[in-house]
Structure formats: C-alpha cells, structure tokens
C-alpha cells in the first residue's frame, strides 16, 4: 500500500526529481572535479620532470664551471705562458740560441 501512496502523492514525485537532478548535478561536479585534479596532477608531474632535468643539466655546468675556472688558473700561471711562448710564438729566453728543424 504505501508504493500506492507514493505514486499518488505530487510532493513525492518532485521529491524523486529533485532526488535524480541532484544525483546527476553531482555526478557532473564530480567528473569536473576528477578531471581537473587529473590535468593538475599530469602538469605537477611534467613540471617536477623539468625540475629534476634542469638539476642535471645545472650539477654539468657547475663541473663544467669548475674546470674552466682550473684552466684559467693554470693559463695564468708564469710556468705556462713561458710554455706557450716558447712552443707557439718560438721565444727564446735572453742568451739562449733557437735551434729548430727545417720544414
């Protein structure tokens, strides 16, 4: 008896459509939300992908850095600039006598 009273009541079938609207507004919300924390997890994982490359590519030109700047110091050094005068420009030190094979 009371499916019979359900039926015939107007206040029960609203009640079942707001129900059903409510449930599918919901249901709508929810595939927004899923998809847009979906997008936001797919951006945060490409972004820590970028973080991780770019801490590769920093810790290489640190090294790099690092031997340049051993380099410039070497070059610098009185020993190695008298090595390359001597070997590149063929200077000789005074009193010394330049000996070298014919090309």
């Given at each position: 008896m009371k499916r019979a009273r359900l039926k015939s009541n107007p206040k029960n079938r609203q009640r079942v459509r707001i129900r059903r609207s409510s449930i599918l507004?919901?249901?709508?919300?929810?595939?927004?939300?899923?998809?847009?924390?979906?997008?936001?997890?797919?951006?945060?994982?490409?972004?820590?992908?970028?973080?991780?490359?770019?801490?590769?590519?920093?810790?290489?030109?640190?090294?790099?850095?690092?031997?340049?700047?051993?380099?410039?110091?070497?070059?610098?050094t009185p020993s190695y600039i008298e090595q390359l005068a001597r070997e590149q420009l063929g200077l000789v030190k005074q009193g010394e006598i330049l000996i070298s094979p014919k090309n």
């Amino acid at each position: 008896m009371k499916r019979a009273r359900l039926k015939s009541n107007p206040k029960n079938r609203q009640r079942v459509r707001i129900r059903r609207s409510s449930i599918l507004v919901l249901a709508v919300l929810m595939a927004i939300v899923g998809s847009s924390a979906w997008q936001i997890w797919k951006l945060r994982t490409r972004v820590e992908d970028q973080l991780a490359q770019l801490n590769q590519e920093k810790t290489k030109l640190l090294q790099q850095e690092k031997i340049l700047n051993d380099e410039i110091t070497r070059l610098n050094t009185p020993s190695y600039i008298e090595q390359l005068a001597r070997e590149q420009l063929g200077l000789v030190k005074q009193g010394e006598i330049l000996i070298s094979p014919k090309n």
